[in-house]
């Protein structure tokens, strides 16, 4: 068997002779099959269905059979036996990291979560009312500004630091959009706590000493963030490496990241779950609503899980364990409800829709007592590894050119033009 692809093109009788690597042809290749004087072929892929834009030694999935693996390992294993640094590490580094290593990483990121005092002014500068993902956008390009040092993208040292940074002030620049929402003062880091410790205590310390969360919670944060770090090609992370080829800072990349992980039908998905669950009426009349096209189930269906989300199955074994602390959410009722009637209906069945990993995750997000418009900030703190660790990827490989796509022009051509009294 030849690992080529045999074309011939009916428009002109001529063959061609096209190279398949890694299951794949270049698209570039076909731009030699083309019409005497016209552009070359070229393929038409809206939103990438079938069209791999890098090779990445990240994150694996394979959508059929349920399987997601950060690095070559089980994503079940991570979030077992893991702690979110340990794996931002090795989404960032490629391996994991010796006790050592994790040390002097940990230490690191500890030491980076401070913010400069002007950006909480910054922050204080929004309305009382504004969504929390928009602020932690804003926020994040603006520390663009307090390091315009990390434009020299090309200095590996360089870029560890912004990386560092950008991984340590994530938590910090969340819980102050949140508190801000509630009208509390912003509680800065404390850096004895855990990664996710100091999260919560960021979130939720009021006059108390110090804040000490139940570890059971700390655990299922934990594992959230474990499963939230990387996805391969998704649309936030298309965003950073899109932004990113243009040889843009760190700060403005993730921003535009954080810009797609905002959208309904990305990670603001859990939001919206949310916000559904608690309008539903009567289920069964709801799913007809869905089946006659009225609206979408929100957190069912996914564009590479055809089987089940990996990540939902191990969400819905952390919502016991939050319950157990937090009291069981009646929301859950209707949730399981959903599931089960989605599971067994033709509708869902042949559209191979099936919950994802925003289904649950609203529901353990409410348990913990945010309100809906931080859920989206509570996924992309964790993405920030993997943004990062996708960004550093594309600037290391020598096939990566910016970004600039084709388009099929289908406008009008070569008007004169009309001055306005004669239109
Ligand atoms: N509810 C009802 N119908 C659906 C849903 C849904 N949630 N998702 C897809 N469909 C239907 C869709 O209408 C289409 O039907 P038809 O063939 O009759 O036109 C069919 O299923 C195929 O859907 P698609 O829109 O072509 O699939 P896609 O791969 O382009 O979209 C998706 C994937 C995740 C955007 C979509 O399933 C969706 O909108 N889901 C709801 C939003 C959501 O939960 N998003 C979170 C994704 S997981 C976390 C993340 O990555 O951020």
Redesign the pocket.
């Known amino acids: 068997m030849t690992d080529s692809l045999s074309i011939r093109d009916n428009r002109t009788g001529r063959d061609y002779e096209i190279a398949i690597t890694d299951g794949t042809i270049r698209a570039a290749d076909l731009k030699q099959i083309a019409l005497d004087g016209e552009p070359g072929l070229a393929t038409y892929d809206p939103?990438f269905?079938n069209t791999a834009s890098c090779r990445s030694a990240i994150t694996y999935i394979d959508g059929d059979a349920g399987v997601l693996e950060y690095r070559g390992y089980p994503i079940e294993q991570l979030a077992e036996s893991s702690s979110y640094l340990e794996v931002a590490y090795l989404l960032l580094n490629g391996e994991l990291p010796t006790s050592d290593e994790l040390a002097g990483w940990t230490h690191e990121v500890t030491h980076h979560t401070f913010l400069h005092e002007n950006l909480k002014q910054f922050i204080q500068g929004f309305r009382y009312d504004a969504h929390p993902m928009g602020m932690l956008m804003a926020s994040v390009s603006a520390l663009s500004t307090y390091y315009p040092d990390a434009r020299e993208i090309a200095d590996p040292e360089n870029r560890r630091l912004q990386i560092t940074r950008l991984v340590a002030k994530m938590p910090t620049l969340g819980a102050f959009a949140y508190r801000h929402g509630q009208g509390k003062p912003y509680v800065y880091p404390d850096n004895d706590l855990s990664y996710t410790a100091n999260f919560l205590a960021m979130l939720f310390k009021m006059s108390e000493q110090k804040y000490n969360a139940d570890e059971r919670l700390i655990k299922a944060l934990e594992v959230l963030f474990i499963l939230h770090a990387d996805?391969e090609q998704?649309?936030?992370t298309n965003a950073v490496r899109s932004v990113g080829s243009s040889q843009v800072d760190p700060y403005s990349a993730v921003a535009a990241g954080i810009g797609a992980?905002y959208g309904?039908?990305?990670?603001g998905?859990n939001e919206?779950?949310l916000k559904m669950l608690r309008r539903i009426g009567t289920v069964g009349e709801f799913i007809e609503g869905?089946k006659a096209?009225k609206?979408?189930?929100?957190?069912?269906?996914?564009?590479v899980y055809k089987n089940y989300?990996p990540r939902a199955t191990i969400i819905k074994k952390a919502c016991d364990d939050v319950f157990a602390v937090t009291g069981v959410n009646p929301l859950l009722k209707i949730a399981m409800e959903l599931e089960k009637i989605a599971l067994e209906d033709e509708?869902?069945i042949s559209?191979k829709?099936y919950p994802?990993?925003?289904?649950y995750s609203g529901l353990i997000y409410e348990a913990l007592q945010f309100p809906p418009e931080m859920f989206t900030v509570l996924?992309a703190i964790p993405r920030t590894s993997g943004w990062l660790a996708q960004w550093q990827e594309l600037l290391m490989d020598k096939d990566q050119k910016i970004a600039r796509p084709k388009q099929i022009y289908t406008g009008a051509r070569t008007r004169d033009f009309i001055p306005i009294e004669k239109r």
């Open positions: 939103g269905v996805h998704n649309c936030s992980l309904p039908l990305h990670g998905a919206a779950v869905v096209g609206e979408k189930l929100m957190g069912f269906g996914h564009r989300d509708y869902f559209r829709l994802n990993v925003d289904f996924f």
